[in-house]
Nanobody
């Protein structure tokens, strides 16, 4: 089993920055593609970004491209989401997830974290 624990969420003003972390334990973290998702109140879960185990493949949702950066440090078993130029519409619960399959298919994700809240104020 793989356990994922997110941290770094909180309250930030619009235009500000925040860095989320997702720490993995259990099985080998380096064998998984990691992704960030978010879900706002009353909305469906939305893909944010993904990164392959080697870090050579990265994908972003159009809504965050140019503002968010996903990265990972396999020596620390941790994936990060650096969020810059935050907007009120970025307010959501952010969760990390792990898959050995196609990152585009939500059903392929084997493990999910509990989520961390991000609130962007105007």
């Amino acid at each position: 089993q793989v356990q994922l624990v997110e941290s770094g969420g909180g309250l930030v003003q619009a235009g500000g920055s925040l860095r989320l972390s997702c720490a993995a334990s259990g099985r080998s973290f380096s064998h998984y593609t990691m992704a960030w998702f978010r879900q706002a109140p009353g909305k469906e879960r939305e893909f944010v970004a993904a990164i392959t185990w080697s870090g050579s493949g990265i994908s972003y949702a159009d809504s965050v491209k140019g503002r968010f950066t996903i990265s990972r440090d396999n020596t620390k078993n941790t994936v990060y989401l650096q969020m810059n130029s935050l907007k009120t519409e970025d307010t959501a619960v952010y969760s990390c997830a792990a898959t050995r399959g196609d990152y585009r298919v939500i059903g392929n994700y084997d493990y999910w974290g509990q989520g961390t809240h991000v609130t962007v104020s105007s």
